[in-house]
């Protein structure tokens, strides 16, 4: 807008425009009559102002800058951001929560033929351990889900964190087997609410590093089991099983406490309607990464003015979200089904006496109570087998970005489809291993897959929920899979690896027939 300065004594009046006067912002006289015996200093900044013959200031009204106010949005800032020092410090926090959750899974293999022998358990009662977790984790899917769509992500972590290391540790003082059932399934409860650190992780990231470093926090996964195994090794020989259970709840402790440190996701406050506080954590994110704001105001186009209508199940399906959640039901109880199908099966296929791996006699009927606890060469052999996964991760990583999300998962579904069958035809020991590394690599690098598409593909106001039912599926098909692993495959093998290459090339399918294509593809705040 044009601004004029000019200073009244009497009927003269100087242009101040290039002097060092002070000038007053917003002051408009009208009409402002002077007079020689008045000798006063006016600071007049008005567009349009002139002085009438009379010494009279008039303004005359002009056209008002109608130039639009320039916004960005939380994807423009975060990616103008890029990824640094907060990104680093969210990865390794992200990463911290799931070598917890790993090691809350990966007790139970260890901990069943510990309770074997003190508590003179039969096999089912064993198996009924495992089972527990599953069904708490996937009854607790939607609920946590639920939880970090209407209470925030930060919220959700906390609280899930804190419950899972309460009934982990005291889970460890179990006097007998129904109350570690109880303890444990309540345990299994709380993990049910871990993915969703990848909910908020993802927000976080910039879409030329999202899917990349999703794949990556799968590491912090692989150690985890690592680090349980080697916890294990060095505590049960010595301490017994009760420590075990206590000292692998402390992670969770420690992570809860570092939550301090975790800001709201900006995308969720956004979507709530509060922009200053989504405004601060941009700030905050520009200053810990050394990098300068976008110029103007944060939008609040992507704002939900009906709280009601967060998190709600029914907007899975949604004409725009139906077929994409169907889909994606398929694809997770695939992938936890084939997954935790494997690593029994592979117990089971070692259990075996040489060259009788692929008999269906070759499992000897032993009695339920004989005691056998892990040795050192066992924990060794878990330790190895972890590696596998490590392959998968690196193999995904790699082709995610280059092939895409869809035909990345639908890729690594045939080869482990082919992997799997092939165990049956028997070769020797050197290539039943080799086979069973190849499709527990692969399946992993598809869960991987499917951990990077699920928070790309829904909204702001409905990814968690998406991402818990999602959970929920992949815990329904854990909980089935024992009873394929370990009781199909006493009466056919065939028919036992013919069941797990068929779910999974129906995932492969689901896969490709996707509607959305997530490279590449910004965060959606809203439908």
Same mark, same amino acid.
């Given at each position: 807008?044009?601004?004029?300065?000019?200073?009244?004594?009497?009927?003269?009046?100087?242009?101040? !425009?290039?002097? =060092?006067?002070?000038?007053? =912002?917003d002051?408009?006289?009208?009409?402002?009559?002077?007079?020689? !015996? /008045?000798?006063? #200093?006016?600071?007049?900044?008005?567009?349009?102002?002139?002085?009438?013959?009379?010494? &009279?200031?008039?303004?005359?009204?002009?056209?008002?800058?109608?130039?639009?106010? !320039?916004?960005?949005?939380?994807d423009?800032?975060?990616?103008?951001?890029?990824?640094?020092?907060?990104?680093?410090?969210?990865?390794?926090?992200?990463?911290l929560?799931?070598?917890?959750?790993?090691m809350?899974?990966?007790?139970?293999?260890?901990?069943?033929?510990?309770?074997?022998? &003190?508590?003179?358990?039969?096999?089912?009662?064993?198996?009924?351990?495992?089972?527990?977790?599953?069904v708490?984790?996937?009854?607790?899917?939607?609920?946590?889900?639920?939880?970090?769509?209407?209470?925030?992500?930060?919220? !959700?972590?906390?609280?899930?964190?804190?419950?899972t290391?309460?009934f982990?540790?005291?889970?460890?003082?179990?006097?007998?087997?129904v109350?570690m059932?109880?303890?444990?399934?309540?345990v299994?409860?709380?993990?049910?609410?871990?993915?969703?650190?990848?909910?908020?992780?993802?927000?976080?990231?910039?879409?030329?590093?999202?899917?990349?470093?999703?794949?990556?926090?799968?590491?912090?996964?692989?150690?985890?089991?690592?680090?349980?195994?080697?916890?294990?090794?060095?505590?049960?020989?010595?301490?017994?099983?009760?420590?075990?259970?206590?000292?692998?709840?402390?992670?969770?402790?420690i992570?809860?406490l $570092?939550?301090?440190?975790?800001?709201?996701?900006?995308? @969720? =406050?956004?979507?709530?309607?509060?922009?200053? #506080? %989504?405004?601060?954590?941009?700030?905050?994110?520009?200053?810990?990464?050394? #990098?300068?704001?976008?110029?103007?105001?944060?939008?609040?186009?992507?704002?939900?003015?009906?709280?009601?209508?967060?998190?709600? $199940?029914?907007?899975?399906? $949604?004409?725009?979200?139906?077929?994409?959640?169907?889909?994606?039901?398929?694809?997770? @109880?695939?992938?936890? +089904?084939?997954?935790y199908?494997?690593?029994?099966?592979?117990?089971?296929?070692?259990e075996?006496?040489?060259?009788?791996?692929?008999?269906?006699?070759?499992?000897?009927?032993?009695?339920?109570?004989?005691? #056998?606890?892990?040795?050192?060469?066992?924990?060794?052999?878990?330790?190895?087998?972890?590696?596998?996964? @490590?392959?998968?991760?690196?193999? *995904?990583?790699?082709?995610?970005?280059?092939?895409?999300?869809?035909?990345?998962?639908?890729?690594?579904?045939v080869?482990?489809?082919?992997?799997?069958? $092939?165990?049956?035809?028997?070769? =020797?020991?050197?290539?039943?291993?080799? @086979?069973?590394?190849?499709?527990?690599?692969?399946?992993?690098?598809?869960?991987?897959? %499917?951990?990077?598409?699920?928070?790309?593909v829904?909204?702001?106001?409905?990814?968690?929920?998406?991402?818990?039912?999602?959970?929920?599926?992949?815990?329904?098909?854990?909980?089935?899979?024992? +009873? /394929?692993?370990?009781?199909?495959?006493?009466?056919?093998?065939?028919? *036992?690896?013919?069941?797990?290459?068929?779910?999974?090339?129906? %995932?492969?399918?689901?896969? +490709?027939?996707?509607?959305?294509?997530?490279?590449?593809?910004?965060?959606?705040?809203?439908?």
């Amino acid at each position: 807008m044009l601004s004029k300065v000019i200073k009244g004594t009497g009927s003269a009046y100087e242009d101040l !425009e290039d002097s =060092n006067d002070q000038v007053f =912002n917003d002051v408009c006289l009208t009409n402002a009559a002077y007079n020689d !015996e /008045v000798n006063v #200093k006016t600071v007049i900044k008005c567009a349009g102002a002139r002085v009438a013959d009379d010494g &009279d200031v008039e303004l005359v009204e002009t056209a008002k800058d109608t130039t639009p106010e !320039e916004t960005f949005t939380i994807d423009h800032a975060i990616d103008a951001i890029g990824f640094g020092k907060f990104q680093v410090k969210l990865s390794l926090l992200t990463g911290l929560a799931w070598m917890a959750d790993a090691m809350e899974m990966m007790i139970l293999s260890i901990l069943s033929p510990a309770l074997h022998c &003190d508590w003179h358990l039969e096999s089912w009662q064993q198996a009924s351990i495992t089972t527990c977790v599953f069904v708490g984790m996937m009854l607790s899917s939607s609920f946590w889900g639920s939880i970090c769509d209407k209470y925030g992500r930060k919220v !959700e972590l906390i609280c899930c964190s804190m419950f899972t290391f309460y009934f982990g540790l005291i889970s460890s003082f179990s006097p007998v087997l129904v109350w570690m059932l109880i303890l444990r399934g309540l345990v299994g409860f709380g993990i049910g609410g871990a993915p969703q650190s990848v909910t908020l992780y993802s927000e976080f990231l910039p879409s030329t590093s999202r899917a990349k470093c999703i794949v990556l926090i799968e590491i912090f996964w692989a150690i985890g089991t690592m680090f349980e195994v080697l916890l294990a090794l060095i505590v049960m020989p010595t301490l017994g099983w009760r420590w075990l259970l206590g000292l692998s709840s402390l992670p969770l402790l420690i992570f809860t406490l $570092l939550c301090a440190w975790l800001p709201e996701s900006p995308r @969720f =406050n956004i979507a709530r309607g509060e922009t200053e #506080k %989504a405004m601060a954590t941009i700030q905050r994110i520009a200053k810990e990464n050394g #990098k300068p704001m976008p110029l103007g105001k944060l939008s609040e186009s992507s704002q939900i003015t009906d709280s009601n209508r967060r998190g709600q $199940l029914r907007d899975l399906f $949604l004409p725009e979200t139906r077929r994409t959640t169907v889909l994606l039901w398929i694809i997770w @109880f695939a992938n936890a +089904f084939s997954y935790y199908g494997l690593v029994l099966l592979t117990t089971e296929l070692f259990e075996a006496k040489p060259g009788q791996e692929c008999h269906t006699h070759y499992l000897e009927t032993s009695c339920n109570l004989e005691c #056998k606890l892990l040795s050192t060469k066992d924990y060794v052999d878990l330790l190895w087998t972890t590696f596998a996964e @490590f392959p998968g991760i690196f193999i *995904t990583l790699v082709i995610i970005d280059r092939l895409g999300r869809k035909i990345t998962m639908s890729l690594e579904f045939v080869i482990f489809s082919i992997a799997v069958l $092939l165990v049956g035809i028997c070769v =020797n020991r050197t290539l039943l291993i080799i @086979f069973i590394f190849v499709a527990r690599a692969f399946v992993s690098g598809a869960f991987q897959a %499917a951990f990077v598409y699920t928070p790309e593909v829904y909204p702001t106001v409905m990814r968690a929920i998406g991402l818990g039912t999602c959970s929920a599926f992949a815990r329904f098909g854990a909980i089935l899979t024992p +009873f /394929v692993a370990q009781v199909m495959l006493q009466y056919s093998i065939h028919l *036992t690896l013919g069941f797990y290459g068929g779910v999974c090339l129906i %995932a492969a399918v689901a896969s +490709f027939l996707l509607p959305i294509e997530t490279k590449g593809r910004t965060l959606k705040d809203t439908h």
